[in-house]
């Protein structure tokens, strides 16, 4: 183990991951990302629940990809395009971290603002 200490260590993880800038790879599948992201925790010492929500764009984009995240277990948000949907994941990450005390939080964006890692650092 890591040395996280035992408070973290156990405690949930909430991954707010943006699927549209940081899509899955064509090469794998939602449930192997899933597992990567479980399995790359684990192995540094994050032993706790992980819940992740994913981010679309448009209940188009969320029709298309629903099944694979659903049956992941991945709960899949349509939010808005660009920076609405950035600022709906900021506005839950905070909120996990508020009602999930402690936790750990994990962001999958390719756009986050110097100003959002700022606010993320005091969470």
Same mark, same amino acid.
């Given at each position: &183990?890591? !040395? ?8 949930? %993880?909430?991954?707010?991951?943006? /699927? ?8 794998? !599948?939602?449930? !192997?990302?899933?597992?990567? /992201?479980?399995?790359?925790?684990? $192995? $540094? ?6 819940? /992740? =929500?994913?981010?679309? @764009? %448009? ?27 950035? +600022?709906? &994941?900021? =506005? ?13 939080? &994990? ?7 110097? @100003?959002?890692?700022?606010? +993320?650092?005091?969470?």
């Amino acid at each position: &183990m890591s !040395s996280l200490t035992s408070e973290f260590a156990e405690a949930e %993880t909430g991954v707010f991951w943006d /699927i549209v800038g940081c899509p899955v790879p064509d090469e794998l !599948s939602v449930e !192997s990302v899933c597992e990567k /992201i479980k399995s790359a925790l684990a $192995d $540094d010492g994050y032993g706790g629940k992980v819940s /992740i =929500q994913a981010y679309c @764009d %448009t209940e188009e984009s969320k029709a298309a990809v629903v099944s694979a995240f659903e049956s992941s277990g991945i709960d899949l948000v349509c939010a808005g395009v660009g920076l609405s949907r950035r +600022l709906r &994941m900021l =506005q839950e990450l905070a909120s996990f971290a508020v009602h999930h005390e402690p936790s750990n939080l &994990m962001l999958i964006s390719k756009n986050v603002s110097s @100003d959002s890692l700022c606010v +993320l650092g005091s969470l």
